[in-house]
């Protein structure tokens, strides 16, 4: 009787301990809520530009004052698929897009194998720095 007296007037805890509670001893919960604020910033500054490229596509360009006229129409469109240079031009850019693509996952592939599952610890790092040094020049 006494242990349940007991229990029963024990402070509540507080949310916040419950919170610590829930995050004591989950390394991998730890970092993934340290992550989703930048994270999501990220996609949404990501997929927002992705919308204004998008819905500026559809914008059009007043012949005679040249002010862009922010209304719903196709005309780029017609344009791109009608001109033999504008097609010319995205077909080249959706190939070198393809093959760049291709290229570097031939490359990044056994790289990332290799740092992975064969070299070394110091090998690790002389090949994560090369890899990192072209991102570090721009």
Not at 21 to 38: E, I, K, T, Y
Request: glycine share 4%; with cysteine; charged share 15%.
């Amino acid at each position: 009787m006494e242990a349940a007296d007991a229990l029963a007037s024990a402070p509540k805890r507080s949310a916040s301990r419950r919170l610590a509670d829930l995050f004591h001893g989950r390394p991998r919960f730890q970092v993934g809520a340290l992550l989703s604020g930048p994270v999501a910033w990220l996609v949404v500054g990501y997929l927002g530009s992705l919308a204004v490229l998008l819905v500026a596509a559809f914008w059009q360009v007043s012949p005679l004052s040249c002010e862009i006229v922010k209304g719903f129409s196709l005309a780029n469109f017609t344009t791109l698929a009608q001109e033999s240079v504008y097609r010319s031009i995205a077909v080249r850019t959706v190939t070198i897009a393809v093959l760049v693509t291709l290229t570097d996952a031939l490359l990044a592939f056994p790289t990332a194998f290799c740092m992975a599952k064969i070299a070394s610890r110091r090998t690790k790092a002389v090949l994560v720095v090369a890899v990192l040094m072209p991102l570090w020049a721009s």
